[in-house]
């Protein structure tokens, strides 16, 4: 597996000093992906209220022809995928373009090694034809790094995790992929869409309480990490959800007012009762939201899929 920034740590202690210090306390959500957190993620997508894993694994299941059809090239080419998921929904394209003689280089680029060595074990094993080459990277620095041109190229980011950027983050995240991508490579993204806000509410709120201690587990890799001292029952997981904008957000509530200490960082951060740390946002989109986020990014709608129930969307899109 290549490493491609082994810098991850002083990364975290940055953003978290960065984080803690603001008026409006927050810390990245990329930080949830820590070997439990990643265990509490695939706890998450199993869990019942969790529709959109299912939703997403529908339209592979049954679309994954159409899907491979809609991407097959008679050129050699490389399926690029930005964080690696469980691998299930790839294995089911990649299934379906081997069954069509086309066997692409498989580049899953992941910020968890963990994430990637579980990938690898799950896929490798019966598939002898398969090209697995894993990058260990933060893919928004490798993006930077991709020349456009050469191998065709397909960029695939699944499970909604554009939902986890601001509109401005996805933006300039999705111009980062068109300026790394040539004509004829195009970028299959999945997102999810505006529905029942219950439906949306319970996903983020389980109650077996995964997603409570997927987001607590920020302070826990901080007490770890960073040496701080974070009293977990002193905060409390906060999920909204806001139907007009399709903003869902998770943070952590200071139940009292107190003070953690932070030895790494030689720092001590006051929070007032019922202050927020933010945590995540997890945006759903609609038609209208969709077009102007592709447009805005220099991309056309090529294709769209969505499942039974229309909660969930699948699409290829390509340059403009
Ligand atoms: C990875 N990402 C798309 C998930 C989401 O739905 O925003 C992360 C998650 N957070 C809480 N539950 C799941």
């Not at 107190?258 to 019922?274: E, I, T």
Request: with cysteine; charged share 25%.
């Amino acid at each position: 597996m290549r490493t491609w920034n082994p810098e991850f740590d002083r990364i975290f202690a940055e953003h978290v000093l960065e984080g803690l210090s603001r008026p409006e306390k927050s810390i990245p959500s990329r930080y949830f992906y820590d070997a439990r957190g990643d265990r509490l993620f695939q706890s998450i997508m199993t869990s019942p209220e969790y529709y959109l894993t299912d939703c997403e694994l529908e339209i592979f299941a049954t679309r994954g022809d159409e899907l491979a059809r809609a991407l097959m090239t008679d050129r050699s080419c490389e399926l690029v995928e930005l964080g690696s998921g469980d691998g299930l929904k790839t294995s089911l394209l990649l299934d379906a373009l081997h069954e069509h003689h086309q066997d692409w280089v498989y580049r899953p680029v992941d910020i968890s090694d963990n994430s990637l060595e579980l990938l690898e074990q799950r896929l490798v094993p019966g598939r002898p034809w398969l090209d697995f080459q894993a990058i260990h990277a933060n893919y928004l620095d490798l993006l930077r790094e991709f020349e456009p041109g050469g191998v065709r190229r397909v960029f695939m980011f699944l499970g909604s995790n554009l939902g986890n950027y601001s509109s401005r983050q996805a933006i300039t995240f999705l111009r980062l992929i068109h300026a790394a991508m040539a004509p004829g490579d195009a970028f299959l993204v999945g997102l999810d869409l505006k529905k029942d806000p219950d439906v949306i509410r319970a996903a983020y709120n389980d109650a077996a309480g995964y997603t409570r201690d997927f987001n607590l587990n920020l302070l826990t890799r901080i007490n770890r990490e960073l040496d701080g001292d974070f009293k977990l029952d002193s905060f409390e997981h906060v999920p909204v959800y806001d139907p007009a904008s399709g903003v869902a957000r998770s943070g952590l509530r200071s139940r009292v007012e107190q003070n953690v200490r932070v030895a790494a960082l030689d720092c001590v951060f006051h929070f007032r009762r019922d202050e927020i740390i933010h945590t995540e946002i997890s945006q759903k989109y609609d038609e209208v939201l969709i077009g102007e986020l592709s447009s805005a990014a220099g991309f056309v709608v090529d294709k769209a899929f969505v499942d039974s129930r229309n909660y969930f969307t699948d699409q290829v899109w390509v340059c403009a």
